[in-house]
């Protein structure tokens, strides 16, 4: 389990550095509008996906690391964590949605709050959970992966991406599903 746990978190940080290099050259990627500048969907859904990935990929080296033993499996309860989690939560997705309506020049600190956010509550929703529950969390985070894979395809035009992505996402969703109602969670 730590080995896909590995893996997930690859996607993530690939949906991230792809998401980096359309910011950086969005008529390399055929995201430019007039003017050189990234059309607004393609901004949302590059928003989207930087965010869903760097979530998938600091939570995904949590999880590692409680499977590797290298970190105490034990819950890492912080206080007031259900707090910073939403007010968090409501900062990636205010700063997405400005990034996706105002002009891309001028933008790069809202991209990289987005993205330094992401990483950010992707450790913190992943700590607090005990080593029993990380198969579970291992199958919710390879869902996150495939739905990363898919914004970054929306972002690219890329329908292989779309397609192989929705299928991951949609198919970790249910199977987390079947083992929570399993493991009584």
Known sequence: PQLVAAFH????L???LVGWAAYLDPQAFGIAGVG???????????GLGIAIG???????IIAFLKLAGKM???????PGRHVINLGTLAAIIGLTAYFAIQPTNGTEWVFWTIVVLSFLIGFLLIIPIGGADMPVVVSMLNSYSGWAAAAMGFTLHNSAMIITGALVGSSGAILSYIM???MNR
């Open 180 to 182: 929570c109602k399993a």
């Open 54 to 60: 760097a979530i998938t990929f600091s939570g995904s």
């Open 72 to 78: 105490s499996g034990a819950p890492i309860m912080l």
């Open 9 to 12: 978190s690859l996607v993530g």
């Open 36 to 46: 050189g500048a990234i059309n607004p969907v393609s901004r949302l859904e590059m």
């Open 14 to 16: 690939a949906a991230v």
